[in-house]
């Protein structure tokens, strides 16, 4: 871009004016994540979410009406991708003893209304799911037919045995056909998380993050000078803590915005780790350039030099980058829009500290300990 051509901006000096934005976001962060806290998803939460989609608009506030009567505790009822769909949302893995018990009393009553002397046992049973065992092949096939027309979920053991599913989903359904029986809709899908799998998975989200982090102090370490590692690092903590307070600010708050913290975005969180070190691997190579062209040249003059003559190169990535992630929010729907936010904010964020955060660290660093940098 010619604009950034012939830039001469004395980035350094602005240091200060920066350590302010960034401090007053990070602080209000810290004080939206000390009360506010995150909204974590179910894959660290543990639970069920179940996502219907129906043939007509909702009346949601009816609708939650109705399932909070289902006897499945607390449990989070919004809309998904559109008017005409549903997140169902609890803490459960599967029902309650009262109603699982009163789900197979309704199967047993099923199986004898069509035949009062069969014979059947129940030969294994899990929170979402039955077995029935009968007498003979026979007497399973009619009852599996006759099941399925109920409106059970049928699957086949062996000749003799027939499961049932008994899941929260399925309780769901059942209610909601009876309820809304001129909306019709289909469940499309039902995810399960226990509570040990959600709590593993959160210790290696955070292990992961700060492995990443380490790796790469070695390895700027090792390929410039350590001030530069610690800068870098320093920054990468300055975006994900801005990002992580934006979420703890912002969730609940924006209608349509799903900013809980699940698997995928962390994976953002780790997309912008490698993106903001790219950017300021980038500048940090042209201030090691600058030093050993101009030897004699004051480290602010190098390090503001580096930074004009790479703004074109960060302006074009960040904003054809930025375009992208644009249209992933608005329109990759709402499984992916936590994603999406977290890219989004991440990329204006790194962009930020490569410029204003990272450099000037080294800057200030380099002021305090009066040593000088050589290559």
Do not use: C
């Not at 010619?2 to 350094?12: E, K």
């Not at 959160?202 to 790469?216: E, M, N, T, Y």
């Amino acid at each position: 871009m010619r604009i950034f051509d012939n830039l001469n901006v004395d980035f350094v000096s602005k240091r200060k004016m920066a350590y302010i934005i960034s401090g007053t976001l990070i602080l209000l962060g810290l004080i939206s994540l000390a009360v506010r806290g995150l909204e974590l998803g179910i894959d660290f939460k543990g639970g069920t979410d179940i996502a219907l989609k129906f043939e007509q608009p909702i009346d949601i506030a009816q609708i939650r009406t109705e399932l909070e009567t289902l006897g499945l505790g607390n449990i989070e009822v919004k809309t998904f991708g559109g008017e005409t769909g549903l997140l169902v949302r609890t803490e459960l893995q599967g029902l309650p003893p009262q109603i699982y018990n009163k789900v197979i009393t309704s199967i047993q009553n099923s199986i004898h209304k069509y035949d009062k002397n069969i014979k059947v046992t129940i030969s294994d049973s899990s929170s979402n799911s039955v077995t029935f065992k009968f007498a003979d092949v026979t007497a399973a096939n009619k009852l599996e037919t006759r099941l399925q027309n109920d409106g059970y979920q049928i699957s086949r053991l062996d000749d003799n045995s027939i499961i049932v599913r008994v899941g929260i989903a399925d309780w769901i359904e059942e209610a909601l056909r009876n309820k809304i029986p001129d909306n019709h809709f289909v469940i499309q899908k039902e995810d399960h998380v226990g509570p040990k799998i959600g709590k593993e998975l959160k210790q290696d989200s955070i292990i992961a993050v700060i492995f990443a982090l380490a790796g790469i102090l070695i390895y700027l370490g090792f390929r410039f000078k350590f001030v530069f590692a610690l800068g870098a690092v320093v920054a990468l903590f300055h975006d994900v803590l801005i990002t992580l307070g934006i979420f703890a600010m912002l969730h609940g708050i924006i209608p349509g915005l799903n900013l809980e913290i699940t698997i995928s975005v962390v994976a953002a969180f780790m997309t912008i780790v490698g993106y903001s070190i790219n950017d300021t691997v980038v500048v940090f190579d042209r201030v090691r350039e600058n030093i050993k062209i101009h030897k004699t040249a004051p480290l602010k003059d190098n390090i503001n030099k580096a930074i004009n003559q790479t703004m074109s190169r960060t302006v074009i990535t960040s904003l054809t980058t930025l375009f992208t992630v644009t249209v992933l929010l608005f329109f990759g729907g709402d499984v992916l829009r936590g994603f999406a936010f977290a890219l989004f904010i991440g990329i204006i964020v790194g962009t930020y500290s490569s410029v204003f955060v990272a450099s000037p660290f080294v800057y200030e660093y380099v002021q305090k300990s009066k040593k000088r940098i050589q290559f």
